[in-house]
C-alpha cells in the first residue's frame, strides 16, 4: 500500500523537507494586483532524486488573515516560503 507522495518522474517517493512551513495566500486588489489575504501553515516535500518540491499538508484554518492585528506580527515571526496569487476556487 502507498505511504505517502510520489514523484511520477523519478518514481520515488517524496521525503519530508521542511515541517511547518508558512504559506501566502493573495486576493485580487480590485486594480489588477495582488495584497495579502491569508497565511498557511504547511509541510514542503521534495523528490530525493530530481529535487522536485510540493507543499501540502495545509492546517485546517489560517493562522492569520489580512484583517487581524497579528498578521504583520505572524509574517514577520516566519516569513512565507511562497505567496500564492491565484484564485483557483477551492481553498487549501
Known amino acids: 500500500m502507498a505511504r505517502g507522495l510520489v514523484c511520477v518522474g523519478c518514481r520515488r517517493f517524496l521525503k519530508i523537507k521542511k515541517n511547518d512551513v508558512s504559506v501566502e495566500e493573495g486576493m485580487p486588489n480590485g486594480t489588477g494586483g495582488w495584497q495579502p ?7 514542503l516535500y521534495e523528490c530525493p532524486g530530481c529535487g522536485f518540491e510540493l507543499i501540502t499538508g495545509f492546517g485546517r484554518e489560517a ?28 481553498r487549501p
Open 63 to 90: 493562522v492569520a488573515e489580512h484583517f487581524m492585528k497579528n498578521y504583520a506580527t505572524w509574517r514577520e515571526r516566519q516569513p512565507p516560503l511562497v505567496t500564492v496569487n491565484d484564485c483557483g476556487g477551492a
Open 37 to 43: 489575504y491569508k497565511l498557511w501553515c504547511a509541510d
